[in-house]
């Protein structure tokens, strides 16, 4: 069951107020700035291609939360071959047992309104999922998958010989691809932002939308408004589950978007490529579990306080999680609940290289920074977190954030491994500042990420830590079983989300 507590954050797009977030070496958007689609006029010719991403999503009358879920593995994921939006390809066995556990961990979800692809192995999924549900799922050609052109049907090796540079502008820069006198991402950004009009104007307040992995990519982008320059940043796997939350302004409109989740996958989040690209340089943000004062609605994670019994078991899930991880260090704040996180998870590695015959426990090197230690005392995941906060105790958060994503990347960039993999055991607004640090947005992006107690979100590093990380999950809680929360809402939580 998938742990999704719904969270209301007080704060529009950063984007609707600064189009210009500070870019680093990490996330430069492109200069270039050529025509969105072949016919284009002289005037969109001139539009910086993050424009499309800005533009205010359309009034809400109330609480509406979306989720998106990835097709299963389909016959042409199995063969490497290009699928763009053609419709040859259908679900694999594997795929349709995806999309089965996807309908188990959705089952007692009370959505209103299904929307999906209608491309055989998006709708064949979200028939799993919908099951016997009586209303009927809504198929919109604006949710098919990327438009390839040309390279659909090809095998990657074969769409490496056939177009030569090309090819190698859709694997390095996608944001500038242009095939056919298409630009591909372009074009699926605008269709992406057209796509949220149809699904806000919705009445129903709980939507599933079930599409594919570039498709998935630029809604959840479009949403939280970023551009063309994220794509491939952001994983969708197959079956995997990305969940927004929408909150009416009482002015008003565009509403407040939270991204509660993105891709809590069927499988473990720790194994596999990044998007089909090797990765060895790995950093794992970790929550810490429940403390003694939870019961404490308003202070929550406040304090330096130890785990209380549920705490305990969340920081064991944790550490059974990554049991097949190589973990190379573990760093946390010198906060109780971390540390306590961080001894539990070291403790299953060091005991894992010990269980077969004649075998010796590996050491885990442990550290501690206080720049992971939030002394706010403001969690993250309570009404208006980031309103909480004024501007000069954001800023001392954020700094502290930004030393610890340098000592970070120093950490990983360590030559006595090849693979490196991190566990970092912080508090949960130091957690966000630093995946909005990774993804190279200002502070005030913080408000548009969500963690809860006991979860884990991963950000790789293909191109080493000096390059783009890429998000592979956020606000991952499956691992929690019986102890996550489902998606559906109680009476009290509707209420909790009006306005």
């Known amino acids: 069951m998938i742990s999704l507590t719904p969270s209301i954050v007080f704060f529009t797009n950063p984007l609707l ?15 270039s700035t050529p025509q969105h689609h072949q ?24 609480a509406k939360r979306v989720v998106l879920v990835r097709h299963g ?10 699928q ?76 490496k010989a056939k177009f030569g540079e090309t090819f190698r502008q859709w694997q390095v820069d996608p944001a500038n691809f242009n095939i056919d006198r298409h ?52 994983l969708q796997s197959n079956c995997g589950v990305s969940v927004l939350d929408f909150t009416p302004r009482i002015e008003g409109g565009s509403p407040f978007i939270c991204l509660n989740r993105l891709n809590q996958t069927p499988n473990s989040p720790v194994g596999g490529s990044s998007g089909g690209r090797k990765t060895s340089k790995r950093i794992i943000l970790v929550c810490h579990g429940f403390t003694q004062n939870n019961a404490e609605a308003s202070n929550s994670l406040s304090g330096d306080k130890s785990m209380n019994m549920l705490g305990v078991i ?62 706010s005392v403001i969690p993250p995941f309570q009404l208006g977190w980031l309103s909480g906060f004024d501007d000069t105790v954001l800023s001392e958060v954020w700094e502290q954030s930004e030393e610890a994503w340098r000592y970070l990347l120093k950490e990983l960039s360590s030559d006595d491994e090849a693979d490196r993999v991190v566990v970092v055991v912080g508090d949960p607004s130091i957690n966000i500042a630093l995946m909005v640090h990774c993804l190279n947005l200002s502070k005030e992006w913080m408000g548009s990420f969500h963690l809860d107690s006991g979860s884990i979100s991963i950000v790789d590093f293909p191109d080493g830590p000096a390059g783009k990380g890429v998000i592979r999950c956020i606000n991952y809680t499956a691992h929690l079983g019986r102890w996550s929360i489902p998606i559906t809402r109680t009476i009290e939580n509707d209420e909790a989300l009006k306005m």
């Not at 005037?43 to 991403?53: A, C, D, G, I, V």
């Not at 991402?185 to 796509?195: G, I, Q």
Request: with cysteine; net charge negative.
């Open 17 to 31: 107020q600064n189009p210009n977030p500070n870019p680093s070496s990490r996330f430069t958007p492109s200069s």
């Open 39 to 62: 016919h284009s006029s002289s005037e969109e010719e001139e539009t910086p291609l993050h424009l499309h991403s800005q533009l205010p999503l359309p009034p809400i009358k109330a």
């Open 73 to 82: 593995q389909s016959t042409w994921n199995e063969e490497g071959r290009i």
């Open 84 to 159: 763009g939006s053609s419709n040859y390809s259908v679900l694999t066995k594997k795929g349709e047992g995806q999309a089965e556990i996807s309908r188990q961990m959705l089952i007692d979800d009370s959505f209103d309104v299904c929307f999906a692809s209608p491309l055989e192995r998006s709708k064949r999924t979200a028939e799993i999922i919908w099951d016997n549900r009586e209303e009927e799922v809504i198929t919109d050609m604006d949710l098919r998958e990327i438009d390839l052109y040309s390279f659909q049907g090809l095998l990657k090796h074969e769409g």
């Open 183 to 234: 630009y591909p991402v372009r074009e699926l950004w605008d269709r992406a932002r057209n796509c949220w009009d149809k699904i806000l104007e919705h009445e129903g307040r709980s939507v599933l939308v079930v599409a594919h992995n570039a498709v998935n990519q630029a809604l959840v982008a479009t949403a939280i408004g970023l551009g063309t320059e994220y794509f491939r940043v952001l």
């Open 314 to 375: 969340q920081s064991q899930k944790i550490a059974e999680l990554l049991l097949d991880t190589k973990v190379s260090s573990i760093i946390s704040s010198p906060k109780k609940a971390c540390v306590e996180t961080a001894n539990a998870i070291s403790r299953v590695q060091e005991a894992a290289d010990s269980l077969g015959a004649d075998c010796v426990p590996r050491y885990v090197e442990m550290k501690q920074t206080e720049n992971l230690d939030d002394t």
